[in-house]
């Protein structure tokens, strides 16, 4: 735990420095988000959808989606990009196995530092959507918990694959063909029962279905969303914990020569 802590103050310092840059994705892209999306588009959503999302407004139905989808895209550069750097190109990662901090130490150190980013996106988003009035329920402040919950999921498996690549050029797929489709059909933008059946099935194994419906269904309340709360829970940890195990691996595996 010594270990992890000095790691996560490691980043902690680093990220001091640079916060400022971070402003833009952090709060003005949520309010951009929600403004074109949820406001302007929903407009026209509400007037034609003849009450097909009940009592909510398509804003109020989008708004955890993006919560949700946010959390997964801050996880995937996250974990891309700087473990390379850490690893390959300034190898700050072998400085640090130089003292006594372990591989394991890293690992959650590192991990811990993506859910206090994921924990400031999260609450930033939370806050832009209760400011434009789109939290329903007193439990939609637990939307917070699953934005972290929903980063990590992508963030351990990513960063295990990460750490044994020896250059970016498989990060751009990621995103291209991993995350961006994935951020459109996982019920973020429209409920998963208008997809092909096959499409769907493929939406609920992946981790970003499951955050967005347990963030939807503490924004709005039990009326919005009627699954089964609990295995969206044991979904999101099933991917933290397998993909933990994972870095914890192909760590061991690249850091220890």
């Known amino acids: 735990m010594t270990a992890a802590l000095r790691v996560l103050e490691f980043?902690?310092?680093g990220y001091r420095r640079v916060w400022r840059g971070t402003l833009f994705s952090t709060f003005l892209s949520p309010v951009l988000f929600l403004a074109a999306m949820g406001l302007g588009l929903g407009a026209f959503v509400d007037q034609g959808g003849n009450g097909a999302l009940g009592p909510f407004s398509y804003a109020a139905f989008l708004a955890p989606g993006l919560l949700a989808g946010?959390?997964?895209q801050t996880a995937g550069f996250e974990s891309t990009y700087p473990i390379m750097g850490a690893i390959i190109w300034d190898r700050t990662y072998f400085g640090m196995l130089a003292t006594p901090i372990t591989v394991t130490g890293i690992?959650?150190?590192?991990?811990g530092w993506m859910a206090v980013r994921l924990a400031m996106v999260?609450?930033?988003?939370?806050?832009?959507?209760?400011?434009?009035g789109?939290?329903?329920?007193?439990?939609?402040i637990l939307s917070i918990g699953v934005g972290v919950m929903t980063g990590l999921a992508f963030a351990a498996p990513i960063m295990a694959f990460a750490a044994t690549r020896k250059n970016d050029q498989a990060f751009s797929m990621i995103f291209r063909f991993g995350l961006t489709p994935m951020f459109l059909f996982s019920g973020t933008?429209?409920?998963?029962?208008?997809?092909?059946?096959?499409?769907?099935l493929l939406a609920e194994i992946l981790p970003l279905h499951h955050g967005v419906a347990l963030?939807?269904?503490?924004?709005?309340?039990?009326?919005?969303d009627r699954s089964d709360q609990v295995v969206h829970v044991v979904v999101l940890s099933a991917y933290i914990v397998a993909g933990t195990i994972a870095a914890l691996i192909t760590f061991r595996r690249t850091l220890v020569r």
Request: charged content about 10%; proline content about 6%.
């Open 11 to 13: 980043n902690a310092m």
């Open 70 to 72: 946010q959390a997964m």
């Open 107 to 111: 690992v959650f150190g590192t991990l």
């Open 122 to 132: 999260s609450t930033a988003f939370f806050i832009v959507m209760v400011a434009f």
């Open 134 to 140: 789109l939290v329903a329920s007193p439990l939609g």
């Open 189 to 200: 933008f429209f409920p998963i029962e208008r997809l092909p059946a096959r499409i769907q």
């Open 215 to 224: 963030a939807r269904h503490l924004c709005l309340g039990d009326a919005a």
